[in-house]
């Protein structure tokens, strides 16, 4: 459906998106995750065709953005980070305006505007001009304002920027129901955000592509390492001192574990040291069981930071 | 290019700026005629159109100066890149909006020929030559309004670098005449906006003068996309 190859954006000396290169195919949630300056605005711009590259290709659905902008366009339905809206207008002469710029034609332009108001909820504030609107209605006319037209891929940067609880709630489920339908891709450097309905993870680190893949493939990647999850038959008080004896422990917590009776450990060892034997031993001269043991999964958090540091 | 046509034009009239321009343009129009040729018994239709354009020269920055000084400052113009729409088809969408508002005032002012015709005779030719005339001058303005405000975010900078510019196209003809004499003289003149309307004046259709006012205005839509194309890449 998209595909970028070698995409690259300089400004005078700064390579904001540097040789980018990935595939979104048909019915993914691809997330787009970097800290502030990643470049993900960037490489929305230039996938959206609102800005050229300096190099490299973006082709939708065949199309190439650059030399054949119109019916590349389209197909992509896109939310700023700002959501580019006259503030004079309407919500209602707003939303018709997008359908007009994209071809619906004059008979379906009325219900296109009631689905897209519905579905992003905002049928109270049809009439009211958007310079009256808070930043959150602002965003979601925004987004209603890509789904006119029914684009197949919708592009949506920071969709929930300045929202209140409840709203990001919402938007997420619109999010999820948009994606019986649509093929989305969304930015935003807030994991839980992306990790609720992304199927796909892209992070960015400077420019470039750090990471690409699932967020199974990213947690099981990065596994392991120098951390071992421990559940022990026994007491905290039991099990500390038995531990922190073993030569090569760097790090311990302990928290009592769902299981009763247990104690849940976690143990970092110092760099190239394997105390699977060594914690195995220890802890069965002291007649203390290991239920589990088992390397540690970082979490997604650990993870984007490990990468994006 | 017709979303975009239909949205300015409404835009002129939702947001006071038609109105006023229409309001300001027919009030001086109609005390130039009046003061002019009715008051003055004068028949002539020539010196109402010779005095009007200076009117213009103010009036139609007004029009242009926001065309995408505001779309630039209201980061509207990111909406208009990621739609399925030409740059082409944006500027000159926004381009026949201008005109028509303009064509607007203009076609209130085809009572005063009606008038002069009621109470003496008036030249058919000489009343097609001058409008013509005045609409592909008018044209030649709207163009060099809408690319000078393609450059600037703030449209009072907008508005008055269009008035100097266009009050300079104007003048060249007197400075060619006056102030650089020989052949760099009439090379100034022929580029005058002036030059080129006198005859159109007299009724009469010089093609060269179609073609000057034509190539401007094409030169300066030309331009406009170029600056468009160049603010995507910044």
Redesign the interface.
Known sequence: MLSASNLTKQYDNVLSVDSLTFTIEKGEVVGLLGANGAGKSTTMNMITGCIPPSSGTVMVFGHDMHWDPIPAKRHIGYLPEIPPLYTDMTVTEQLLFACSLRSVTKAARKSEVDRACELVNIGDVRKRVIRQLSKGYRQRVGMAQALVGSPELLVFDEPTAGLDPKQIIDIRQLILKLKERHTIILSSHILAEITSVCTRLLIMKGGKLVADSTPEQLGNAHAGGNQLELRIKGGEIQVHPLLTAIPGVAELRLETSPEPGCVDVLVTAQQGKDLREAIFFALAAASCPVVMMRPAKPTLEEIFIRLTA | M???Y??ELR?YF??MIGYIYLAIFLLISGFIFTTGNLLSQNGDIKSWFASIFSVLIFLVPILTMRLFSEERK?????????????LGEIVLGKFLATLTVFGIGLAVTLVYPLILAFFGSVEGMVVVGNYLGMTLLVSACIAIGLFISALTENQIIAAVVTYAVLLGLWLLDTAGQNLIKGSPGKIVRYLSLNTHYSEFTYGILNPVDLVYYLTLTLLFLFFGVLVLEGR???
Request: aromatic share 4%; glycine share 0%.
């Open positions: 017709s979303a975009i239909l949205k835009n939702t947001s209201m980061r509207t113009l990111q909406l208009l890149f990621t739609m399925p729409v030409s995507k890449a910044i």
